[in-house]
């Protein structure tokens, strides 16, 4: 507030003169709090130029400089232009800022500073300098050079890393408690697709139960929020029973998720979900035994006898289990928000799966037959990402790993480190007690 104070008293010294005749034309709301060379006014308004008069001597040095919001249909051009920056200055600004940033990329919202150096010379040799900020991050400056030209120069802030640890009570729903704590909304859908593969967000939660997450959060030096980043941890209370998940990158710097035991959070799925089969068509377009034309496949096919029992590729819920056309009597499993799988053609179902069971892996879901529009028995399998069909055997499914070894000695490492950061990020006050 002082150096506020003491920024008026400067301006309004340097500029006594002109202050005095042009009083009524000072803007109500005039913010001078941008430092000591920075003058700010709502309005691009009479008061700031009533010193641009030629019978004035100029304020030797000063810079005057002012924001503008970008509008919508705007250009920098036009922005530049309408606020006292001359044609050729303007034209002379856009050149240089070519090399570094594209004007067109400008969107409303962003801010423009111009800033002027003796504004009461010439006008066209009084605009000194424009600087873009087109993210929290980044700063634009277009400078008028020694030689009266125009240079540009991108810089980047530097930015602060802090965690974020928030922990809740989960009463709707974990997405609508975590969102009222602020936890944002990428964070949260982070943290439920890695937490997915052991938890049914639908029947899993009850209230009562709870969440933890700790992640990133990136500032400016100036203290400015930027964006969140990854989440290190994330865990799941559910009937007092913790699931948590770490972040840790492996000795090939590959980051994921793991459980306590360095087990990864991603379940593999089996590719081959019967025994003893062989895969008698692949996935791809294909002449079809049936319909006499080239076809898509998009599964694939395992020949075996009728009745060899199916099993669920990866632990789920039965989403479907019926009769379907083509498809003959058919099951999918919904794995996780984004993987499903698909099996056809069954002589018949198990008969405790019903739509709405939930399966663990491997466990015998049907068995092999001909139904639909089949040549043989066979299963045909398919596999779902973003319900839609992909090549079971090139997708990168996820591969359930265990750390072993020296990962494993590191992630305890990390997984100890970052539990004693989200204790005392959590509980502020038990860990100064702890160290008087
Ligand atoms: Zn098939």
């Excluded at 859908?189 to 967000?201: A, C, H, Q």
């Amino acid at each position: 507030m002082r150096r506020i104070a003491a920024t008026v008293l400067i301006l309004l010294g340097a500029f006594a003169p002109v202050w005095i005749i042009d009083w009524s034309h000072v803007p109500a709301g005039a913010d001078y709090s941008d430092g000591s060379d920075v003058f700010r006014s709502p309005r691009f308004d009479s008061a700031y130029f009533a010193v641009d008069r030629s019978d004035l001597p100029p304020p030797a040095g000063s810079v005057l400089a002012r924001r503008v919001k970008v509008k919508p249909g705007d250009t920098l051009a036009e922005i530049l232009t309408q606020n006292r920056v001359s044609k050729n200055d303007a034209q002379a600004a856009l050149a240089a800022l070519t090399k570094v940033y594209n004007a067109r990329n400008i969107k409303p919202g962003q801010e423009v500073e111009i800033a002027f150096v003796n504004f009461n010379t010439e006008a066209g040799n009084s605009f000194n300098r424009v600087t873009l900020h087109p993210s929290v991050q980044t700063e634009i400056h277009v400078r008028r050079d020694e030689d009266g030209g125009f240079t540009a120069e991108q810089t980047e802030k530097t930015i602060e890393r802090r965690l974020h640890a928030v922990s809740g009570a989960i009463e709707e729903s974990l997405y609508v408690s975590a969102i009222k704590l602020g936890v944002s909304a990428n964070v949260l859908m982070d943290m439920i697709r890695m937490l997915s593969w052991d938890v049914d967000f639908q029947r899993d939660l009850h209230p009562g139960d709870r969440f933890e997450v700790m992640y990133e959060r990136f500032y400016t030096d100036t203290g400015k929020f930027v964006r969140t980043g990854d989440v290190l941890f994330a865990n799941l209370i559910l009937n007092g029973k913790g699931h948590p998940i770490y972040r840790y990158a492996d000795r090939s710097g590959q980051p994921d998720y793991y459980d306590a035991m360095g087990a990864s959070a991603r379940k593999a799925l089996l590719k081959t979900p019967i025994d003893g089969a062989k895969i008698s068509s692949t996935f791809g377009s294909r002449h079809h035994p049936i319909l006499g034309y080239t076809t898509m496949h998009r599964g694939v096919d395992f020949a075996a006898p009728t009745g060899t029992p199916i099993f669920a590729a990866g632990d789920g819920m039965v989403e479907m289990r019926d009769r379907d056309g083509a498809y003959g009597n058919y099951i999918r499993i919904r794995h996780n928000g984004e993987y499903a799988t698909a099996y056809a053609h069954m002589s018949r179902f198990e008969p405790r799966i019903a739509r709405g069971v939930r399966v663990r892996q491997g466990q015998v879901i049907g068995y092999v037959g001909t139904t639909g529009r089949s040549t043989g028995p066979h299963l045909h399998f398919e596999v779902l990402q973003q319900n839609k069909q992909v090549n079971p055997m090139s997708v990168k499914m996820p591969v359930g790993t265990k750390l072993a070894g020296t990962d494993l000695d590191r992630f305890a490492q990390q997984r100890a480190r970052i539990a004693a950061t989200f204790d005392r990020l959590i509980n502020p006050s038990a860990q100064i007690a702890a160290n008087p």
